[in-house]
């Protein structure tokens, strides 16, 4: 498996602009599928954005869809997710996973597709 770090959490006010990291130790995201959830407390996990290494596609959850970017540095062996336009409702822990890439996109939006899971890094946004 892949250990995963990520970091660029933090608290800002609604309508600012935060940038994610996934970084990636012991492998690179060569071959990986990448993805992005969130968990707010009490809720369950949800997804937010995933870049497949077989088709090159970027997946969004419809509550981000045009607001965030999902992007690879190979170079860096990090996965970026681009938070704009934030909104209280984005408040969350926020996670990268990653998966050897399957052969097709279909499950990349669902958490069972991923086994490495970063530690989290929080989101705060305020009103």
């Known amino acids: 498996q892949v250990q995963l770090v990520e970091s660029g959490g933090g608290l800002v006010q609604a309508g600012d602009s935060l940038r994610l990291s996934c970084a990636a130790s012991?492998?690179?995201?060569?071959?990986?599928?990448v993805g992005w959830f969130r968990q707010a407390p009490g809720k369950e996990r949800d997804f937010v954005a995933a870049s497949s290494w077989t088709s090159g596609n970027r997946y969004y959850g419809d509550s981000v869809k045009g607001r965030f970017t999902v992007s690879r540095d190979n170079a860096k062996n990090t996965v970026y997710v681009q938070m704009n336009s934030l909104k209280p409702e984005d408040t969350a822990t926020y996670y990268c996973?990653?998966?050897?890439?399957?052969?097709?996109?279909?499950?990349?939006?669902?958490?069972?597709?991923?086994?490495?899971w970063g530690q989290g890094t929080q989101v705060s946004v305020s009103s």
């Open positions: 012991g492998r690179t995201f060569t071959g990986y599928d």
């Open positions: 996973a990653a998966a050897p890439a399957a052969i097709n996109d279909l499950d990349l939006s669902r958490d069972y597709h991923y086994p490495s």
